[in-house]
């Protein structure tokens, strides 16, 4: 069965640090585009970072330049996102989207990416 699983959310204060992981089973994450992306309460779901397969990345986030960043671990068959200075509306739950072609083309339709996980929640907060 052919799944990603995120990991690694949680509550932090404003200003602090997370690295979420987006793990795969049943198939090589490495093959593939891999993008993060968000959803807050009432908000459609936002595009942040995507790593193609040939390892060049693209933010869709002018919001997240300076702060986030993607990196692959083709040993352990995962992608991390990690998280700086964040931010409290950085609040949202957090997803990985694997897209077959390996691109990282996004016009924003969710339906654009071929697997979905299950999404980790990420909470900055005083």
């Known amino acids: 069965q052919l799944q990603v699983v995120e990991s690694g959310g949680g509550s932090v204060q404003p200003g602090g640090s997370l690295r979420l992981s987006c793990a795969a089973s049943?198939?090589?994450?490495?093959?593939?585009?891999v993008g993060w992306f968000r959803q807050a309460p009432g908000k459609e779901r936002e595009g942040i970072l995507c790593?193609?397969?040939?390892?060049?990345?693209?933010i869709y986030a002018d919001s997240v330049k300076g702060r986030f960043s993607i990196s692959r671990a083709n040993a352990k068959n995962s992608v991390y996102l990690e998280m700086n200075l964040l931010k409290p509306e950085d609040t949202a739950v957090y997803y990985c989207?694997?897209?077959?072609?390996?691109?990282?083309?996004?016009?924003?339709?969710?339906?654009?990416?071929?697997?979905w996980g299950q999404g980790t929640q990420v909470t900055v907060s005083s």
């Open positions: 790593v193609s397969n040939s390892g060049i990345s693209r």
């Open positions: 989207g694997v897209r077959i072609t390996g691109d990282c083309r996004y016009s924003g339709d969710p339906n654009e990416l071929d697997y």
């Open positions: 049943g198939f090589s994450l490495k093959e593939y585009a």
